[in-house]
C-alpha cells in the first residue's frame, strides 16, 4: 500500500478545487454577513455528551476517546449544529434573536444517508430566537442563495414536517423504542414494514400512519392532508405552515414538492424540515429544519431553525468557473524601489511569483533605472 493513500471515506482538495473552495468560502461568508449572521468556529473536540445530545444518529457517527486530562469522553464533532445550540445558550437571554453561520470542517465514523464522505466540509447557517415560519422562509431562502453562488440555480425543493409525525406519535401513545422502529419505517418509506408493524403493535391512528406515508408530491397534497388529519388541530397547524411556504417560494425559479411524512433528518427536527435536490444527484445537496428543543439540553428553551450542505462534496461535483488570472513572473532582488511596486501590484490583486531559480521568462524590466511591468 502506498503510503500517500488516504483512509476510505477521507478526501481532500488540491490545486483547482482547493482554488474553487476559497472561491465560494468567502462567497458564502460574505453572503451571510450581509443578512446579518455572524461568524462562528467551534471547536472540533467538545465532551461528546455536548455533541451526542442524546442523539442516536449523532452518536453512532461520532469519533469518541477518553481524555486524559479530564478522565471524561470526549468527541470529534460530527455535525455542527449541537455545538451552535450549545453557544447560543451561553451567550444569549432567552429574548434575543441570534444568528450564526460557519464553515467548518467535521469528521463522522461512516457516511450516511447525506454526507458522502465521512470527512465533509458543513457549511450552514442556525437562526435562533424566533418561532414563526418567516425564520424558516430566511434560511430556506439563504440555502437557495448558498445553491447558486455555487452554480446550482434551479434546484428542487422538499418540504415537509416532522410535527405531523410526531403528533401522531403521541396521540398513539407510543414509546420511545416503536417510534424508532417507526420513524426508520417512514425514512425507507416501506408500506409492507409499516402495514406489519401496526397490525402486530395494535397503534391507534394506524389508518393515518397509512395516509401520511404517502402524502408526497405537488401542492395538492397539503389539501388531502387537511381531509385526512381533520380535528387534530396540531397536525393542521402544521400542514398550514406548508401552505404558508407553498404561497411565498411559488414565484422562486425551484420545483416545490412536498413529503410530509419525511423523517429522514436527524432526531432533533421538530417542524419544517427542507431539502434541495437536482437531477445530477440522488440524495439531497443541502437540507435543514426546525430544531426547537435541541436547546434544553443547556437548560434554555431557544426556538431554532437552520440548514447545512457539504461545500466539499459540491465543489467536487461542481465545474465553478474561475477567473484565471495570470501570473507574473518576478525577479528576486532587492532593491526598495521594485519591491514597492511589486507590493502595490499585490495589493491590486495581481498575482506574482518570485523566480528563485534565476530563469528568463520575468515578466519584470528595468527601464533606466525605474521598475515597470514588460509591455
Same mark, same amino acid.
Given at each position: 500500500?502506498?503510503?500517500?493513500?488516504?483512509?476510505?471515506?477521507?478526501?481532500?482538495?488540491?490545486?483547482?478545487?482547493?482554488?474553487?473552495?476559497?472561491? #465560494?468560502?468567502?462567497?458564502?461568508?460574505?453572503?451571510?454577513?450581509?443578512?446579518?449572521?455572524?461568524?462562528?468556529?467551534?471547536?472540533? /473536540?467538545?465532551?461528546?455528551?455536548?455533541?451526542?445530545?442524546?442523539?442516536?444518529?449523532?452518536?453512532?457517527?461520532?469519533?469518541?476517546?477518553?481524555?486524559?486530562?479530564?478522565?471524561?469522553?470526549?468527541?470529534?464533532?460530527?455535525?455542527?449544529?449541537?455545538?451552535?445550540?450549545?453557544?447560543?445558550?451561553?451567550?444569549?437571554?432567552?429574548?434575543? &434573536?441570534?444568528?450564526?453561520?460557519?464553515?467548518?470542517?467535521?469528521?463522522?465514523?461512516?457516511?450516511?444517508?447525506?454526507?458522502?464522505?465521512?470527512?465533509?466540509?458543513?457549511?450552514?447557517?442556525?437562526?435562533?430566537?424566533?418561532?414563526?415560519?418567516?425564520?424558516?422562509?430566511?434560511?430556506?431562502?439563504?440555502?437557495?442563495?448558498?445553491?447558486?453562488?455555487?452554480?446550482?440555480?434551479?434546484?428542487?425543493?422538499?418540504?415537509?414536517?416532522? #410535527?405531523?409525525?410526531?403528533?401522531?406519535? %403521541?396521540? #398513539?401513545?407510543?414509546?420511545?423504542?416503536? @417510534?424508532?422502529?417507526?420513524?426508520?419505517?417512514? @425514512?425507507?418509506?416501506?408500506?409492507?414494514?409499516?402495514?406489519?408493524?401496526?397490525?402486530?403493535?395494535?397503534?391507534?391512528?394506524?389508518?393515518?400512519? =397509512?395516509?401520511?406515508?404517502?402524502?408526497?408530491?405537488?401542492?395538492?397534497?397539503? %389539501?388531502? #392532508?387537511?381531509?385526512?388529519?381533520?380535528?387534530?388541530?396540531?397536525?393542521?397547524?402544521?400542514?398550514?405552515?406548508? @401552505?404558508?411556504?407553498?404561497?411565498?417560494?411559488?414565484?422562486?425559479?425551484?420545483?416545490?414538492?412536498?413529503?410530509?411524512?419525511?423523517? =429522514?433528518?436527524?432526531?432533533?427536527?421538530?417542524? /419544517?424540515?427542507?431539502?434541495?435536490?437536482?437531477?445530477?444527484?440522488?440524495?439531497?445537496?443541502?437540507?435543514?429544519?426546525?430544531?426547537?428543543?435541541?436547546?434544553?439540553?443547556? +437548560?434554555?428553551?431557544?426556538?431554532?431553525?437552520?440548514?447545512?450542505?457539504?461545500?466539499?462534496?459540491?465543489?467536487?461535483?461542481?465545474?465553478?468557473?474561475?477567473?484565471?488570472?495570470?501570473?507574473?513572473?518576478?525577479?528576486?532582488?532587492?532593491?526598495?524601489?521594485?519591491?514597492?511596486?511589486?507590493?502595490?501590484?499585490?495589493?491590486?490583486?495581481? /498575482? &506574482?511569483?518570485?523566480?528563485?531559480? +534565476?530563469?528568463?521568462?520575468?515578466?519584470?524590466?528595468?527601464?533606466?533605472?525605474?521598475?515597470?511591468?514588460?509591455?
Amino acid at each position: 500500500m502506498s503510503n500517500w493513500q488516504l483512509p476510505e471515506g477521507i478526501d481532500e482538495l488540491t490545486g483547482d478545487q482547493a482554488n474553487a473552495f476559497e472561491c #465560494a468560502r468567502r462567497g458564502l461568508l460574505d453572503l451571510y454577513q450581509s443578512w446579518g449572521y455572524e461568524i462562528v468556529v467551534p471547536p472540533m /473536540i467538545e465532551y461528546a455528551d455536548n455533541l451526542v445530545l442524546n442523539s442516536k444518529s449523532i452518536d453512532d457517527k461520532t469519533f469518541k476517546f477518553l481524555d486524559s486530562v479530564s478522565a471524561r469522553m470526549l468527541g470529534v464533532h460530527s455535525d455542527i449544529t449541537p455545538q451552535i445550540a450549545r453557544i447560543d445558550s451561553k451567550r444569549t437571554n432567552s429574548g434575543d &434573536i441570534n444568528r450564526y453561520c460557519y464553515i467548518n470542517a467535521i469528521l463522522q465514523t461512516k457516511a450516511d444517508d447525506f454526507y458522502a464522505s465521512r470527512s465533509p466540509i458543513q457549511a450552514g447557517v442556525e437562526l435562533y430566537g424566533f418561532k414563526g415560519i418567516d425564520a424558516d422562509i430566511e434560511v430556506i431562502v439563504l440555502m437557495l442563495s448558498s445553491l447558486n453562488i455555487l452554480g446550482i440555480s434551479t434546484p428542487t425543493l422538499s418540504l415537509g414536517n416532522t #410535527a405531523i409525525f410526531n403528533t401522531l406519535c %403521541d396521540s #398513539a401513545n407510543l414509546q420511545v423504542n416503536d @417510534r424508532s422502529v417507526l420513524r426508520d419505517i417512514f @425514512r425507507r418509506k416501506s408500506i409492507p414494514d409499516l402495514d406489519n408493524f401496526l397490525c402486530q403493535n395494535q397503534i391507534k391512528e394506524s389508518d393515518k400512519f =397509512k395516509s401520511l406515508i404517502s402524502l408526497d408530491g405537488d401542492e395538492r397534497v397539503l %389539501d388531502d #392532508a387537511l381531509e385526512v388529519f381533520e380535528g387534530m388541530p396540531l397536525v393542521i397547524e402544521a400542514i398550514n405552515d406548508l @401552505r404558508k411556504l407553498n404561497d411565498f417560494f411559488k414565484g422562486y425559479d425551484t420545483e416545490l414538492i412536498f413529503d410530509l411524512g419525511e423523517v =429522514k433528518a436527524y432526531e432533533y427536527h421538530d417542524g /419544517i424540515v427542507f431539502a434541495a435536490y437536482t437531477d445530477k444527484f440522488s440524495k439531497a445537496i443541502a437540507q435543514g429544519g426546525r430544531y426547537d428543543a435541541l436547546s434544553q439540553s443547556f +437548560g434554555s428553551l431557544r426556538e431554532a431553525t437552520g440548514f447545512s450542505f457539504d461545500l466539499k462534496f459540491l465543489i467536487h461535483q461542481q465545474t465553478i468557473g474561475l477567473k484565471n488570472k495570470r501570473v507574473l513572473n518576478a525577479p528576486n532582488i532587492d532593491n526598495p524601489d521594485y519591491i514597492k511596486l511589486v507590493n502595490q501590484l499585490r495589493a491590486q490583486g495581481h /498575482i &506574482i511569483r518570485t523566480d528563485l531559480k +534565476g530563469s528568463d521568462s520575468i515578466d519584470f524590466v528595468n527601464d533606466n533605472g525605474k521598475w515597470k511591468l514588460k509591455e
